[in-house]
């Protein structure tokens, strides 16, 4: 009897051993995988705190850099590069969404860290690090516009805007009557630059300075014709003088001189031989006359005589080489003389076609 109790005995004690000692490993357990976990969030913890302290404030620096480049830029260049400074506006607003989130990762705990899911490779400090590249090159490409390219594109279409001034200035003095309109234009130029629609001064500004340029230059080559038409005028005028002929329309000739646009007439009385009707352009004199006339017969050949009169003054006395035809009658050839005035005079006179009806 008392050996079965031993027994027993001694079974309890080592049962109590082994289960205190199993209890023993299970808490020992415990303890570990607890200190595993907490190294765990405490180095989580360190990682994001890092990441915070090296990266946030330098991306807030960034961000209020940037915001205070934009705010400083003049208002017309505003304008002018508006959607490159709205999107620099975006990265600010954004920047500082994420800095904010940043900033309160950093303040959590490493439980609580651990328990959210979150590390040092959170996708928040994946777009910090790419908004930090961002930033950096977007406060560079602000500084350029606010000091170099709006200012230098300002003053290269103000330049622009005062020479087409001059312009038109110089149009108005030639008295082209598209004057008012190319100012009025020229002062809204003058207001899309104040508001910085650059891309609308440029192109206007082209587009105003070819009509202008095509206007005067127009004006110039008609004023040069004005002034070749009125020479062989005046020629024509003091060669039928030295003929003693009689002018008939002084006063409705010099009326007509006053318009570019209408027919120079010259109307003459040879006193001998009839009227003469000389219509003058620049490169043309056209001239009517019934000398020798009779029906649809021409008597003669002094109506053509005369006109070789004409021909011969122009050419001695202003240089002017004429050659008066008739597309109804067979000129004969040059009288005696006029031929070699034309060959004499050929070489230093204006060359000019004539054209006559006999």
């Not at 994001?48 to 940037?66: F, G, I, K, N, Y």
């Not at 590390?119 to 928040?124: I, T």
């Not at 006359?289 to 009779?294: A, C, D, N, R, S």
Request: proline share 2%; hydrophobic share 40%.
């Amino acid at each position: 009897m008392s050996g079965l109790k031993t027994s027993r005995w001694t079974y309890e004690q080592n049962w109590r051993a082994a289960e205190q000692a199993r209890r023993q490993r299970l808490a020992e357990e415990a303890r570990r995988r607890a200190d595993a976990r907490r190294a765990f969030e405490d180095a989580t913890a360190r990682a994001v705190r890092e990441q915070v302290d090296s990266s946030a404030p330098e991306l807030q620096r960034l961000a209020d850099q940037l915001s205070e480049s934009c705010r400083l830029v003049d208002p017309a260049t505003r304008r002018a590069y508006g959607d490159e400074i709205g999107q620099m506006t975006a990265v600010v607003a954004e920047a500082g969404v994420v800095a904010e989130e940043a900033q309160r990762l950093g303040s959590l705990s490493g439980s609580e860290l651990v328990r959210q899911g979150f590390d040092a490779s959170a996708e928040v400090f994946i777009r910090m690090g790419t908004l930090l590249s961002t930033t950096r090159q977007l406060v560079e490409r602000a500084e350029i516009i606010r000091f170099f390219e709006g200012p230098a594109r300002q003053r290269e279409l103000a330049v622009e805007v005062g020479g087409l001034a001059a312009l038109i200035a110089r149009a108005s003095s030639e008295g082209l009557s598209s004057v008012a309109d190319w100012s009025h234009q020229l002062d809204h130029l003058r207001q899309d630059l104040a508001a910085g629609n650059f891309d609308t001064v440029q192109s206007g500004a082209i587009s105003l300075r070819t009509e202008v340029l095509s206007s005067i230059e127009a004006s110039a080559a008609a004023r040069e014709r004005m002034l070749e038409r009125r020479a062989v005028l005046d020629a024509l005028r003091d060669s039928c003088r030295d003929l003693r002929y009689r002018e008939l329309n002084p006063a409705e000739l010099e009326r007509s001189l006053r318009d570019l646009d209408a027919d120079w007439t010259l109307v003459v009385d040879t006193r001998t031989k009839g009227r003469i009707t000389f219509t003058i352009e620049a490169d043309t004199i056209r001239a009517e006359t019934g000398m020798g006339v009779h029906g649809d017969a021409v008597d003669g050949d002094y109506c053509f005589t005369e006109f070789a009169r004409i021909e011969a003054e122009l050419a001695e006395q202003h240089g002017l080489v004429t050659k008066f035809t008739s597309g109804n009658v067979t000129r004969p050839g040059p009288p005696s003389g006029t031929a070699k005035t034309h060959r004499a005079m050929g070489s230093a006179a204006r060359s000019h076609t004539s054209g006559a009806g006999p």
